[in-house]
């Protein structure tokens, strides 16, 4: 009971600090991503490389997509410009996975003091620098945890019965990962256990990669709570985005064995290995869907464009 105690500290942990390292990113640049998002989607692949700028500097697909959702509610923006932001939060995602995969063991404790420090600052960029330091700290730290429990974790039996089953089970695995994030609302945090799993030798890699295409699936919760109340462009932008990533994962599961044969081309170990897949596979899948952006819009109009507000 406690590890199991501390494994869900660890996760609450991980996602406070994704958390405070979006507020501080957002506090140094919060006007110029709303123009840039209003101004610059004039096209798909416009929108697309705003995205994906836009989420790698708010580490969180989620905070974009309300952010999205939000500026279509008020008029600001069409759910047609949205496409191509929806086809670069997935791509822009991808940095956060690759950020957690360094090793900043030896600096974690100086740069939790050096954060926290300046977070007591009047001024608001000296502040918001301190709450990046101190996030990534905090997210690093529950990254040391998730690999530290792994094992203690895996000696109870109904928690060691479950890693059989996924690893045996792609389809499981799939629905894990989709599950667990839309619980938890982080699919960093749902990669984060996984390479936890994956660096302590208990899970499987293409039972990770399942895992990390599933919490793709399970992120689009959060659209979909946001566009709640905000009117029907706000909802087909909520559904765009369920659609695409289910999409994605489609396309990609039949090729889940190939991928975790040939990872070792990629990196030397499983946890970097998973990082560069998830970004093969976000990468691939947008740029699959982009020159049919349009289209994209229209079938999406076609399915809900007629429901009521």
């Known amino acids: 009971m406690l590890y199991i105690l501390l ?8 996602i406070f600090g994704m958390t405070i390292i979006r507020f501080g990113l957002f506090n140094l640049s919060a006007d110029k991503l709303k123009g840039w998002m209003t101004k610059l989607t004039s096209t798909p692949l416009k929108g697309m ?28 923006m069409t759910f047609p410009q949205s496409i191509g932001i929806i086809l670069g939060t997935n791509i822009g995602t991808t940095f956060k996975t690759e950020l957690i995969t360094f090793n900043l063991d030896s600096i974690l404790v100086p740069l939790a003091i050096i954060g926290a420090v300046l977070t007591f600052f ?6 918001s620098i301190g709450m990046l330091l101190f996030g990534i700290a905090s997210v690093f730290t529950a990254m040391k945890g998730f690999e530290l429990l792994a094992h203690p974790l895996t000696s109870l039996p109904f928690i060691h019965q479950f890693i059989i089953s996924i690893n045996d089970n792609l389809i499981l695995s799939l629905a894990t990962g989709a599950a667990i994030t839309a619980v938890i609302q982080s699919s960093t945090a749902m990669t984060g256990i996984t390479m936890g799993f994956l660096t302590a030798g208990l899970l499987h890699l293409d039972a990770g990669i399942a895992i990390v295409f599933g919490a793709n699936i399970g992120t689009c919760i959060t659209a979909l709570f946001a566009s709640i109340g905000g009117g029907k462009e706000s909802r087909l932008a909520a559904y765009a985005h369920v659609y695409l990533n289910v999409f994605g994962v489609l396309l990609f599961v039949p090729f889940i064995p ?4 040939n990872a070792h081309l990629l ?43």
């Open 258 to 261: 190939v991928l975790s044969a």
């Open 49 to 76: 490389v705003t995205g994906t700028f836009v989420t790698a500097l708010l580490q969180s697909s989620s905070a974009v997509m309300v952010i999205t959702i939000g500026l279509i509610s008020t008029k600001i």
């Open 267 to 309: 990196a030397d170990t499983k946890m970097v290995q998973l990082a560069h897949i998830s970004v093969l596979f976000n990468v691939v899948s947008s740029l699959i869907v982009l020159p049919f952006a349009t289209k994209f819009g229209q079938l999406i109009l076609r399915f809900h464009g007629n429901k009521p507000q």
């Open 7 to 14: 494994f869900i500290l660890f996760i609450l942990l991980f």
């Open 122 to 127: 009047k001024n608001i960029k000296i502040r």
